[in-house]
């Protein structure tokens, strides 16, 4: 019989994986809780008007005419001795490999205050869809010379540019639409991803919409009063118009359910095979593992998906998993015609992923706006390319 693969969740990290097992003869089935996908790049161009959140949607029909088998459901519990997942139908599954790529969960406890239900007032818009279109609507809602708040996590969680990517887009929002308004970014962390090209351009374009403050200047937030709009730091208190919450994170319920996270709320894995240090045949990829230096975005999760198909096609005839390298690159668009981006290359050493020195690097402070508006560019085409690669 043709070996058993259950993957769980349809995200960029477990739809590729899905697919790639089914290419190398696997029987795979594919249990994703959303019947179509929505996308986290680029929603936050989606916050400030400059697309919508159907351009953001992605269906499964591509998987299943490749045969997958695609369960619209959730799982809810894993039993590894048994190796059998099951769902919250009632339905059960068998696997000889599991693969887990289930994104992130919000750890509303790990931010006093916050909650699911002060979300509908505060949202996150950590998660593409209805928290999307709420911030949305609450940036085009507020009046001109109202602020902004945005509250910033510290490391780690769910792509690291990503706070200040829609930092940027906000102010553009401002400058362009609420010219009186203003964004303050309060940030528990006093350095970030791409921070001189975001710094380089936030004193050119916005030197009047965003005021950010680092962790030693007071900006880690350390409670949050919902029915104030309020955030709460050891140095004061902050209220807002739109309050945009993007609190701490740990891997997605399913991955404690299935024993594979550590105290940390993040899953540890074998950084060649990607399988769990602590539950042999479940192997985690995307967001939920902890991959050393590896970022948590979706380019790394396709990657991490492609790289553990090959070990799991190995496995499972007995061989040894080949060598891989890993490449991410992440865009950040800082305004419609200005982009920027980092890019790493990631090889196992000492149980991680970690950096290939001399490998890599982030585009050029001082660039002219030509480089910016082609940088754009990219941003778009590899997110058509990577969402055609995994759903088209
Ligand atoms: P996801 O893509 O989140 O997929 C997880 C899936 O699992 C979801 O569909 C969920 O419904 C499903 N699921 C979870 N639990 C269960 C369960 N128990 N049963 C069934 N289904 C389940 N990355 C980039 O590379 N470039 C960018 O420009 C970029 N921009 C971003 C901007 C923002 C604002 C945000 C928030 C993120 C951005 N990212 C970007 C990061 C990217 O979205 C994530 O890193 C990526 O989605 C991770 O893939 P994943 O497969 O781990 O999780």
């Excluded at 959730?74 to 696997?95: F, N």
């Excluded at 007032?121 to 809602?141: E, N, S, V």
């Excluded at 029915?227 to 945009?244: E, P, W």
């Amino acid at each position: 019989a043709r070996p058993s693969i259950v993957v769980i969740g349809g995200g960029f990290g477990g739809a590729t994986v899905a697919r790639a097992l089914g290419l190398a003869g696997m029987a795979v089935t594919l249990v994703e809780r959303d019947p179509t996908f929505l996308a986290c790049p680029f929603s936050n161009a989606v916050l400030v008007g400059m697309r919508s959140l159907e351009q953001q949607r992605f269906g499964y029909d591509a998987l299943r005419k490749a045969g997958i088998t695609v369960a619209i459901d959730t799982a809810t519990a894993c039993d590894p001795s048994a190796r059998r997942v099951t769902l919250a139908a009632g339905q059960t599954l068998s696997y000889d490999r599991l693969i887990l790529s289930p994104g992130i969960d919000l750890h509303f406890a790990g931010l006093p205050g916050y909650s699911e239900q002060a979300a509908e007032t505060l949202p996150h818009a950590w998660k593409a869809g209805a928290q999307t279109a709420l911030l949305a609507r609450q940036l085009a809602a507020m009046d001109d010379g109202d602020t902004v708040l945005m509250s910033v996590p510290a490391n780690p969680y769910r792509c690291p540019p990503g706070p200040y990517e829609r930092a940027s887009l906000i102010a553009w929002y401002l400058k362009t639409r609420k010219p009186r308004s203003k964004l303050i970014v309060l940030d528990a962390k006093d350095t970030f991803s791409k921070q001189r090209l975001f710094m380089e351009a936030w004193s050119t374009l916005y030197p009047n919409q965003i005021e950010w403050i680092g962790q030693s200047k007071g900006g880690a937030v350390t409670s949050v009063e919902a029915g104030d709009r309020t955030l709460v730091t050891d140095f004061g208190r902050h209220k807002g118009s739109v309050v945009n919450v993007i609190p701490p994170q740990r891997a997605g319920r399913i991955a404690e359910a299935a024993g594979a996270a550590d105290r940390s709320g993040w899953c540890p894995v074998d950084p060649v095979t990607f399988e769990s240090r602590r539950q042999p045949g479940i192997h985690v990829i995307g967001d939920a593992g902890i991959m050393g230096a590896m970022p948590k975005s979706a380019f790394s999760a396709h990657a991490q998906a492609k790289a553990c198909a090959l070990a799991v096609a190995a496995l499972v005839r007995g061989e040894a998993p080949p060598p891989v390298k890993l490449i991410n690159t992440c865009y950040s668009l800082v305004a419609p015609e200005y982009g920027i981006s980092v890019a790493g290359v990631y090889r196992p050493a000492n149980g991680l992923l970690a950096d290939v020195e001399g490998a890599g690097g982030t585009s050029p402070l001082g660039a002219p706006a030509g480089q910016r508006a082609l940088e754009a560019r990219y941003a778009e085409s590899w997110f058509s390319t990577i969402t055609s690669d995994v759903y088209g």
